[in-house]
């Protein structure tokens, strides 16, 4: 059975940083893609960060334009945990926050669509403060 359980959202001020974590059962670390997607209020699910990695070793991330030199999404492949490190948070990242989970690669440069996740974490709250 497939989990994943994400931790680590909460309340912030803008300018500072939070950790979330997924811990992923039922899914090898290599050969799926993993990924952080987010919904703001009154906003459409988006593609925030994925990274696939091969089981050679090779691996590749994606991200949103608006994150990129802030965010970070990284693997603790023995313990298989996905890790998204956010920094200088900005209120506009105000929005739960989803491990998403693909069969496959996202080693493309095309962000991988919804339509492809087939296993959802039950989301964490993210709110950042001006």
């Known amino acids: 059975q497939v989990q994943l359980v994400e931790s680590g959202g909460g309340s912030v001020k803008g300018g500072e940083g939070l950790r979330l974590s997924c811990a992923v059962s039922?899914?090898?670390?290599?050969?799926?893609?993993m990924a952080w997607f987010r919904q703001g209020p009154a906003k459409e699910r988006e593609l925030v960060a994925s990274?696939?990695?091969?089981?050679?070793?090779?691996?590749?991330?994606y991200y949103l334009a608006s994150v990129k030199g802030r965010f970070s999404i990284d693997q603790e492949y023995v313990k298989n945990i996905v890790f998204l490190q956010m920094n200088s948070l900005k209120p506009e990242d105000t929005a739960t926050y989803y491990c998403?989970?693909?069969?496959?690669?996202?080693?493309?440069?095309?962000?991988?669509?919804?339509?492809?996740?087939?296993?959802w974490g039950q989301g964490t709250q993210v709110t950042v403060s001006s």
């Open positions: 039922g899914l090898s670390p290599y050969g799926t893609c």
């Open positions: 990274i696939y990695t091969t089981a050679e070793g090779s691996y590749y991330r």
């Open positions: 998403a989970a693909a069969p496959g690669s996202c080693s493309t440069p095309a962000p991988l669509s919804e339509g492809r996740v087939a296993y």
